[in-house]
């Protein structure tokens, strides 16, 4: 069955540099189609960090497509952040800010949420949505494959996250609902997976039915706010969808699967089945 790896806030610069090995393992070990990082490669955006996240990424099976993270510009060089901000992701990831790939059982379009000016909180706006609405549009896979968004920022809040939601995240989610099967963000540094439901606490509820959200953790970073490093791993067979997420446990030296969420896919979207 089609795979999909999904990675994020991998911040090299400070990295548990034991995970490293285990993870790229891991990839390989799940043989993925495609694997997607959403955002924050970095730490600081130093060319020596974007160096180490190329040579990680090098190592991946599959296709990788990467979006860029509110740490993947320079914080504290302003004027670089403001003038020159993809200076370094474009030496070492990737020409793209808003890459997309197609192939077996995914299309995946990916969104740059940054904000240069206002560092963390991100933002989307209408002619992001109108080009990842028209890009599903005109896709005539078939069978149909699973129609995936990634960005760094989520499109809803977690309780007791203490972050602002980004810019146009309501608007976002109201857009993309109903053309899009499953949106994978981070930058919370915890995982989640819910229905796409912007605004509120723990996504408890969903404007329609219809779009999931899948939030990873960090794969990598010390950094962690009371979860363990994850990543998540999306299969699809037939009109089903398993989301299933991978985690090392502390001072484990593995990723090993935890919880998994069924979904069927169908005409309104995603229903969930467990």
Request: charged fraction near 25%; proline fraction near 7%.
């Amino acid at each position: 069955m089609p795979r999909l790896l999904h990675l994020s806030d991998l911040h090299f610069g400070k990295v548990l540099p034991e995970l490293v090995e285990p993870l790229i393992a891991a990839a390989h070990a799940l043989a993925p189609e495609i694997v997607v990082i959403s955002g924050d490669l970095t730490q600081r955006a130093r060319d020596h960090q974007f160096a180490e996240a190329r040579a990680f990424i090098d190592r991946l099976p599959g296709a990788v497509l990467c979006v860029p993270g509110n740490h993947d510009v320079p914080l504290d060089r302003p004027l670089s952040r403001w003038f020159r901000p993809w200076r370094g992701w474009r030496a070492h990831v990737s020409d793209e800010l808003e890459p997309s790939w197609r192939g077996d059982g995914f299309h995946v379009v990916g969104v740059n949420t940054v904000d240069r000016f206002e560092w963390q909180r991100g933002r989307i706006d209408a002619a992001q949505l109108a080009r990842v609405r028209a890009a599903f549009a005109l896709a005539d896979d078939a069978p149909p494959a699973l129609r995936v968004v990634a960005a760094h920022h989520p499109f809803e809040r977690l309780r007791g996250d203490g972050k602002s939601l980004m810019r146009g995240a309501r608007e976002g989610a109201e857009a993309l609902a109903g053309g899009v099967d499953l949106v994978l963000t981070g930058h919370l540094h915890r995982w989640h997976v819910g229905p796409l439901a912007p605004g509120r606490d723990g996504g408890a509820g969903a404007l329609r039915p219809g779009a999931v959200q899948a939030h990873a953790g960090t794969g990598l970073s010390s950094r962690l706010r009371g979860q363990e490093n994850d990543f998540n791993l999306v299969e699809t067979e037939g009109d089903r969808v398993t989301i299933t997420r991978h985690l090392a446990a502390e001072g484990a030296l593995e990723f090993v699967p935890a919880e998994s969420l069924r979904y069927r896919r169908g005409p309104a979207g995603m229903t969930r089945e467990d």
